[in-house]
């Protein structure tokens, strides 16, 4: 089992009982990014929606990153997932 912690942002923590901070278990170890966000969506299904497609990829507007580096330039849904790292949503910000 390997234990993450996801950081929330403003727009989803309604979805997540307002916490910024959540810490999954994830039932394997050395799990890929899919497989925490598989586990932090049997918590908070509501979130699942905002952050993937109906195809299950990332939507265009969010960014995933586990620690420092963006899933999107570091395999995707693939991404190893480290013992204790930090998982962030971040939906991107526009206006006009």
């Known amino acids: 089992?390997?234990?993450?912690?996801?950081?929330?942002?403003?727009?989803?923590?309604p979805l997540a009982e307002g916490r910024s901070r959540?810490?999954?278990?994830?039932?394997?170890?050395?799990?890929?990014?899919?497989?925490?966000?598989?586990?932090?969506?049997?918590?908070y299904p509501g979130i699942r929606d905002r952050v993937l497609t109906e195809q299950g990829e990332v939507r265009p507007h969010v960014n995933v990153f586990?620690?420092?580096?963006?899933?999107r330039w570091s395999g995707?849904?693939?991404?190893?997932?480290?013992?204790?790292?930090?998982?962030?949503?971040l939906p991107a910000v526009s206006g006009g």
């Open 1 to 13: 089992m390997t234990r993450v912690a996801f950081l929330i942002p403003a727009a989803l923590r």
């Open 22 to 43: 959540l810490h999954v278990d994830v039932p394997r170890g050395s799990p890929s990014l899919g497989e925490a966000l598989d586990a932090l969506w049997a918590l």
């Open 66 to 71: 586990v620690g420092t580096e963006s899933s």
């Open 76 to 89: 995707g849904l693939a991404t190893p997932v480290p013992e204790g790292a930090e998982i962030s949503i």
